[in-house]
């Protein structure tokens, strides 16, 4: 089988801060990870690698120091590396890397052949959109299937795939053919450590680098800030909160301990009970 893995360099998301007079993410040193949705993809798809033979293919899009975490991603197991740069990328929304995406990746089949499945993350923990997994999805044409907790069952020869998917109120078993694309969430796997050779054959890797012009990207008017509709206004931390939590003691039973909360909270908020009668009354 033939898997690529989309994956990001993303900030430490535990270590942002907010500027305070310009209101913008400072970035300065900031240290950066591999979006952690996408490990879990990048786990799936090797875990596929290793059942029915062939190779993983790591892409992203970003600044040279991206190819940090495509070493990362090599370390783990992948067998191939590619990072899209140039400096027409800049200050994309989820539109254009897409479209950005979506032509490398088309370069990708080109160079080393087509590829059964694309895997992503459900989403970035820095944009948090969810939008460029169903975005590659519809400019490839390929089918989709989001927001995946457990692959089921893969068979290559009927070209099918199974998955379950996480959905509101239960989980979906879905069904598919492949080529397809497929964002996982998290927790479906367990991300591996990579073996020693791996981490000695990343060091060593060449990663291959494609500029828009390589990657055969002729409408750059869609990359960047040119083709990013998207405007943000403001990034701001929320304000604390005044008010301070409430405690409440614990009674020696659980409905006496319920009891005391339900107590609490209407002594707390006085016309929530009245509220909530008449909303039971007129039912």
């Not at 952690?36 to 029915?52: M, Q």
């Not at 044409?141 to 998955?163: A, I, M």
Request: charged share 25%; with cysteine; hydrophobic share 40%.
């Amino acid at each position: 089988m033939k898997i690529l893995v989309c994956i990001k360099q993303v900030p430490d998301s535990a270590q942002i801060r907010v500027h305070p007079v310009t209101n913008t993410i400072m970035r300065q040193g900031v240290p950066t990870i591999i979006n952690p949705y996408d490990l879990f993809s990048l786990e799936e798809a090797l875990r596929l690698r290793d059942k029915f033979g062939g190779e993983v293919t790591v892409l992203t899009m970003g600044p040279p120091m991206a190819s940090e975490s495509l070493r990362k991603a090599l370390a783990i197991g992948a067998d191939r590396a590619v990072l899209l740069t140039d400096r027409f990328f800049a200050g994309s929304d989820t539109l254009a890397t897409t479209y950005a995406l979506a032509q490398a990746i088309r370069k990708v089949e080109q160079t080393f052949g087509k590829q059964d499945i694309v895997f992503t993350g459900k989403q970035t923990i820095d944009g948090d959109t969810a939008q460029v997994g169903p975005g590659i999805a519809k400019r490839l044409g390929l089918l989709q299937l989001t927001y995946v907790s457990k692959l089921v069952e893969c068979d290559p020869e009927k070209r099918e795939v199974v998955v379950e998917r996480r959905a509101e109120g239960g989980v979906q078993v879905l069904k598919t053919s492949m080529p397809c694309l497929i964002t996982m969430i998290e927790g479906s796997n367990e991300v591996r450590r990579g073996a020693f050779e791996d981490s000695l054959r990343a060091a060593r890797a060449e990663i291959v680098t494609w500029s828009a012009k390589d990657a055969e990207i002729e409408d750059l008017t869609k990359c960047g800030l040119k083709g990013s509709p998207t405007i943000v206004k403001k990034v701001f931390a929320p304000a604390p909160r005044s008010e301070k939590a409430a405690f409440v003691e614990p009674e020696k039973t659980a409905p006496d301990s319920a009891e005391a909360l339900i107590t609490a909270i209407f002594a707390r908020h006085p016309s929530l009970e009245s509220d909530l009668t008449k909303l039971a009354s007129g039912l």
